[in-house]
């Protein structure tokens, strides 16, 4: 839970917020609200809680592909699209998430 903490807080930083404008992945983006840093927050526990339930690592990894892929096709967005685009923005996957 601290982990994810303290991404909500370096999330919401000036810093990641400009390197989001940067990317062009959110050009009006101001950063989370309160309530989307607890919604984010919440939505961990609740993995981490099923997680635990599931005692084999493949089917944790299993479903962690299985909603990062539907997320992707669903709302061209996830947590593995962010990582990259943040580190390293890819103009097809920008094209591609703007629709």
Do not use: C, H
Not at 30 to 40: M, R
Not at 79 to 94: A, D, E, K
């Amino acid at each position: 839970m601290a982990l994810e903490s303290a991404w909500e807080i370096v999330e919401n930083t000036s810093y990641v917020i400009e390197r989001f404008r940067e990317t062009k992945m959110a050009q009006g983006y101001y950063g989370d609200s309160i309530l989307n840093s607890v919604g984010d927050i919440s939505a961990m526990i609740v993995g981490f809680l099923i997680a635990m339930q599931l005692t084999n690592r493949w089917w944790v990894l299993a479903l962690f592909v299985a909603l990062e892929a539907s997320l992707a096709l669903w709302i061209r967005d996830n947590m593995t699209l962010n990582i990259v685009m943040l580190i390293y923005p890819v103009p097809g996957v920008r094209e591609w998430q703007a629709g």
